[in-house]
């Protein structure tokens, strides 16, 4: 009969506690994950071939559903103008916001500035006020403190930039960049302060100046955060209502409408509704964007990776 040294018996019984401890840790986790998104998704797969009749019965159907969104495609106007103004939003409001958050970082890390701390938790705070509250606070800047300001100063009478269609969209995505700023520079700045000091004093001594030394030391050294950031946008695409929400609910009109905020106030008026009728079709609508957004980041991704800078 094998006797077990006590030594060994010690580091037996330490790797079988150290083994249950790190079953407890992960334990409701990973039930979290299987719940909430494993499960939803496969019900929201599984819904997109299904139908429901009024009774709320569900029979499978297959691909109807998304043949019946291929064919609200050429009829519903609201898929081309969301699609246009979601295109907008992120052409627009993320090359703005990086190139922003980029700048004003790469300024206050090379000045050195005391003060950087300060700025930091200043440009978060619109990340730590309520959605709700915060864009409150914005509609009565835009629609109303600026009125009043250019009415008394030049005597100009003009509606809120929300108000004036020709301004609403671009006061969105104004917003958008005024609210994803801070966070960009929390993490470009924090990337930042991890480039080595050797290389910023050896570019120096070879005589770079201010922009060189971004172009060819800073930035390469960061490229992987940046690129973390569009592709998270990127990846987005399709789900960003653009704040729309926070400002009109599910109210806005067709013209200011995004792919995202379609997407989120169809799914909440149908369930306030108490039928499941529109819900297939809206699952299969998921899925199509998914099926496009995937492939797109991985090559985005892929060419990021092969053509961008590196730090060698």
């Keep these: 009969m094998a006797v077990i040294a006590p030594g060994r018996k010690r ?17 409701l986790p990973l039930l979290q994950f299987l719940i909430f998104y494993i499960a939803v998704n496969v019900n929201s797969i599984l819904l997109a071939f299904k139908s429901y009749d009024a009774e709320g ?9 998304f043949a019946q969104l291929f064919e609200d495609f050429r009829n519903m106007t609201v898929f081309a103008t969301a699609a246009k103004n979601s295109l907008i939003v992120f052409l627009i409001g993320c090359p703005l916001s990086l190139v922003l958050a980029l700048a004003f970082s790469y300024f206050i890390y090379d000045k050195k500035s005391k003060v950087i701390d300060f700025f930091k938790v200043i440009l978060f705070l ?62 470009i700045s924090n990337a930042m302060s991890a480039v080595s000091p050797s290389l910023l004093e050896a570019s120096v001594l070879d005589g770079c100046g201010f922009f060189r030394k971004f172009a060819h030391v800073v930035f390469p050294e960061i490229f992987g955060t940046v690129k973390t950031l569009f592709i998270t946008s990127l990846g987005g695409f399709f789900i960003n209502n653009a704040s729309i929400v926070s400002f009109y609910g599910t109210n806005a009109e067709e013209r200011i409408q995004t792919i995202g905020y379609y997407l989120y106030k169809e799914t909440i008026l149908a369930s306030n509704s108490g039928s499941m009728a529109k819900m297939p ?20 991704r892929y060419l990021l990776g092969r053509y961008g800078p590196r730090k060698d």
């Design 11 to 27: 580091k037996f019984n330490k790797r079988k506690k150290d083994f249950l401890f790190v079953c407890g840790l992960i334990a």
């Design 57 to 65: 019965n569900a029979s499978f159907v297959g691909f109807e559903n």
């Design 126 to 187: 619109p990340s730590i006020i309520p959605a709700i509250a915060l864009a409150t606070m914005f509609i009565q800047m835009a629609d109303s403190a600026i009125p009043s300001f250019l009415r008394q100063f030049f005597g100009d009478d003009i509606r809120g930039l929300l108000q004036n269609p020709d301004t609403t969209l671009g006061t969105i995505i104004f917003y958008n960049v005024w609210c994803s700023f801070g966070v960009n520079v929390l993490m």
């Design 281 to 300: 079709k809206l699952a299969a609508l998921g899925i199509l964007l998914t099926a496009i957004t995937v492939p797109v980041v991985f090559l985005v």
